[in-house]
């Protein structure tokens, strides 16, 4: 008995021993593995391939999960017009956990999937934080599509009063993407708002405005195409009064 009883306690410590270098090997390993992946990231951003970047952080994700590493994976899909991918990483609702990066990747992504509505949701927290000229334009745009003119002229309001000469805002609608004046980019918001008040009237006014926007920025085709759209609709409404 005495015996039986020392081996069982034998067995139980070497099993211990055993247990515990297994856990020392395992913790090893992975901490060999993530420093490999560490390596292989900053490698892949001096050449350049972002998706070898790509690769090493979801490695490292896996690894050793850590919510800065989520939200710069979740921001490199973005940068890469992956917004599926991006979102699914970090979710699409509004936590109060979020980072600023992780905001920013919901509000973009959810735009460019032609989500408004959740859009504005997570711009009105980046927003809220710091207000920019750049956040108040996109806030704008978003809530003349969801048909909130009263908001999205608030930020027009601001956007008008604190935009500066400097600043430049990028177009992509035609094959080679150029810039005008923020300020020129806001007037056209301005005149698209002001014609969604009343389609049936504000043909003038927004005309108006629109002619301003192409003084500060004559290669503007935005508001080309939206001034020969306005003008176009009144003279439909024009030709249709004439014949009733």
Do not use: W
């Not at 997570?122 to 806030?139: C, F, G, I, Q």
């Not at 004046?181 to 006014?205: C, D, Q, S, W």
């Not at 926007?213 to 024009?238: H, S, T, V, W």
């Amino acid at each position: 008995m005495i015996k039986n009883f020392i081996t069982m306690k034998q067995l139980k410590y070497t099993f211990l021993l055993v247990l515990c270098f297994s856990i020392h090997i395992q913790a090893q390993n992975q901490s060999a593995l993530v420093a490999h992946y560490k390596a292989f990231y900053a490698q892949m951003q001096q050449q350049g391939d972002i998706q070898g970047v790509i690769n090493a952080m979801t490695h490292l994700v896996l690894l050793e999960p850590k919510v800065q590493r989520k939200d710069t994976l979740a921001a490199l899909y973005m940068n890469e017009g992956k917004y599926v991918q991006a979102l699914n990483i970090i979710g699409i609702e509004q936590l109060d956990s979020d980072t600023n990066l992780a905001t920013e990747v919901k509000a973009v992504s959810l735009k460019s999937l032609n989500e408004p509505k959740r859009a504005i949701e997570h711009y009105e927290v980046l927003y809220k934080k710091k207000r920019s000229v750049s956040l108040a334009y996109e806030l704008a745009d978003l809530k003349i599509q969801t048909g909130d003119i009263t908001g999205a002229s608030l930020h027009i309001t601001y956007g008008i009063a604190n935009a500066t000469t400097d600043m430049m805002k990028p177009y992509y609608e035609t094959q080679t993407p150029y810039q005008v004046p923020v300020l020129a980019g806001f007037m056209y918001l301005k005149a698209i708002a002001k014609f969604r008040e009343n389609p049936e009237t504000n043909h003038e006014a927004s005309i108006l405005i629109l002619n301003e926007a192409l003084e500060l920025a004559p290669n503007f085709n935005m508001a080309n195409l939206a001034l020969n759209a306005i003008r176009a609709q009144k003279e439909g409404q024009n030709k249709a009064q004439k014949t009733e």
